[in-house]
């Protein structure tokens, strides 16, 4: 059983930093896609960012381009979102998800519980 546990949310001033984590245990493929979602109240579900585990190949939202980086660390099998410059918009519930790598893209699979961002200026 995949599970996946976010941490590092919180609230923040507009132009600062957060950084969250999301480790996942019970690991059943060997290379996968992980990627953090959000989701704000009244508004639809946004991909923020995922990361490839072999390649290390990134994708980003416009929205978040050159302001957030996602990395992350095999060994601990967790991946991180790194928030700079945040802005009133990003506050949102943030959740990590994890997928298989398919000729389509993404078939995320499993997901966390999520973790409040809350952006104030």
């Known amino acids: 059983q995949v599970q996946l546990v976010e941490s590092g949310g919180g609230s923040v001033q507009a132009g600062g930093s957060l950084r969250l984590s999301c480790t996942a245990t019970?690991?059943?493929?060997?290379?996968?896609?992980m990627g953090w979602f959000r989701q704000a109240p009244g508004k639809e579900r946004e991909r923020v960012a995922f990361?490839?585990?072999?390649?290390?190949?990134?994708v980003y939202a416009d929205s978040v381009k050159d302001r957030f980086t996602i990395s992350q660390d095999n060994a601990k099998n967790t991946v991180y979102l790194q928030m700079d410059s945040l802005e009133r918009d990003d506050t949102a519930m943030y959740y990590c998800?994890?997928?298989?790598?398919?000729?389509?893209?993404?078939?995320?699979?499993?997901w966390g519980q999520g973790t409040q961002v809350t952006v104030s200026s």
């Open positions: 019970g690991n059943i493929w060997s290379t996968y896609y």
């Open positions: 990361i490839a585990s072999n390649t290390g190949t990134t």
């Open positions: 998800a994890k997928g298989r790598i398919t000729p389509y893209g993404p078939n995320w699979t499993y």
